[in-house]
């Protein structure tokens, strides 16, 4: 899914950005301090800014993919209002966690890692969260929903909507 990033509507923060990115340039080790400047302020690291990044810090764009994509705080898209998290734990996955998982990808028509073009949801698979006792789990924000069932997801869903 593309998502388009609105230099005009983040002006401000992109002269903020840059300005935290002149006071960073002749410090050491300044690229993971930017990464995490830009997923804070942006939400996510928009190609735009790792391009001003690379110019204003002269580093190539391949070392910032590979730290970027090397730490699972930082995403290059966008992350929705309400994130779910289905988990693929052992004791989940033998309840039918994958099967929970696909029924979302479905409803939302999204993949696991990808946001909907609404910006609404996202959608990701954890490890075990810690509730096996109430397998099939999956979270919505911080809501824990326990036994869940295919026939459940669309009212769910409908509780964030
Ligand atoms: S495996 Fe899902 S909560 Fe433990």
Request: contains cysteine; aromatic residues 10%.
């Amino acid at each position: 899914m593309e998502f388009k990033f609105d230099i005009e509507e983040n002006k401000e923060q992109i002269i903020a950005f840059k300005e935290f990115l002149d006071s960073k340039k002749d410090t050491p080790g300044p690229l993971m301090p930017s990464l995490q400047r830009a997923q804070d302020v942006f939400g996510y690291l928009p190609k735009e800014m790792l391009e001003v990044i690379s110019r204003k810090l002269s580093i190539p764009m391949a070392e910032i993919y590979g730290v970027a994509t090397f730490y699972s705080q930082f995403s290059f898209i966008p992350t929705g209002k309400n994130k779910i998290s289905v988990c693929l734990g052992t004791a989940c996955y033998v309840k039918g966690a994958q099967s929970i998982l696909e029924e979302i990808e479905t409803q939302l028509g999204i993949k696991s890692g990808e946001t909907t073009k609404d910006e609404v949801f996202s959608i990701a698979s954890a490890r075990c969260v810690g509730d096996c006792s109430i397998a099939p789990v999956i979270l919505v924000n911080e809501d824990v929903y326990a036994k869940v069932k295919k026939d459940d997801i669309a009212e769910i869903l409908a509780k964030y909507n």
